[in-house]
DNA sequence: TAGTAAATGATAATTATTCTTGTTCGTCAA
DNA sequence: TTGACGAACAAGAATAATTATCATTTACTA
């Protein structure tokens, strides 16, 4: 009850090779319909799109695919959600580590960086506030726990 | 029911009256303890805490005042929090634009930002994957639309 | 093609956040 | 003081976002 394997689907089943994903038809046509997504939606957006195409696709599988392509590096988070708005009070000019395993966070001077933007100016009619910069990697403690 | 207005309220009603906030003693217990959690705090974190000294303290009351002093500059917000979890497929090097009114994003090439990070250093044993530049401010809608 | 582990769908459960309403508190003028 | 007014608060209901559970189906491998 779906259409032959075509052409099409060569280089979706090749990328889950790459990525060490089991090529399913649920999470071809979620990277399908993303890739025509040039925003940068959010798990209900891309559901309420996916759901045109298989009425019977559910919240849940959504969720666990992007997830799943974030981890595997097909997706890119736009800036890191902690599950919960995340607050600090530290006033002195500094950016964040963030560990893309355990989420942990960790602040770094800017001046530790080896960047030195220049806020201020304008962007397109952006007016600048400031720069957050994250360092997303492996924090130590999770390099030595995993060696996949 | 409370001590007497003592000289350490003093910097706090100075901090408020700089911020155009009236100062309560709730808010005052917020900012202290606030002051002295190092991390990165999220909301439910703050509450527990508070309420061992007010315990009558309403979560929504942590929660609005929390989001008066990141509105204010009291405090800053470690990650932009878009409501959602928010995803791209877009793989070419860029960062992001984020309004800190209406929350709107908004792609912006690297080599528009003027910085270079160099990735795949190590930090104190961390290991850079990528940096994720949010440039915060005010985007030309909401210029336009409040002169606040 | 059968066996097996992984993926899915349905939905309950959790977690996070906001809204509503009635009450209290602080301030200012009579 | 006293009384009105508006901002802030508490309590808890309501909503939004995300994850977990589990029975069933599907995809890869031998």
Redesign the pocket.
């Known amino acids: 009850m779906q259409t032959s394997p075509s052409v099409e689907t060569r280089p979706f089943r090749e990328l889950?090779a790459d990525h060490g994903?089991?090529?399913?038809?649920?999470?071809q046509v979620l990277y399908e319909i993303m890739q025509r997504m040039p925003g940068h939606p959010?798990?209900?957006e891309v559901y309420a799109r996916v759901k045109k195409r298989?009425p019977?696709?559910?919240?849940?599988?959504v969720?666990?695919?992007i997830?799943l392509f974030v981890e595997k590096g097909v997706l890119k988070e736009v800036s890191m959600?902690h599950?919960?708005?995340r607050v600090e009070l530290n006033s002195h000019l500094h950016h964040h580590m963030v560990c893309s395993r355990c989420k942990a966070i960790t602040d770094i001077e800017e001046k530790d960086l080896g960047v030195l933007p220049t806020p201020g100016r304008l962007l397109g009619g952006f007016q600048v506030e400031r720069y957050a910069i994250d360092v997303i990697g492996i924090c130590a403690a999770c390099q030595k726990a995993k060696h996949s």
Chains 1, 2 share one sequence.
């Open positions: 889950c994903l089991t090529a399913t038809h649920q999470r959010s798990p209900e298989i019977a696709i559910s919240l849940a599988t969720y666990k695919n997830h959600h599950g919960s708005l």
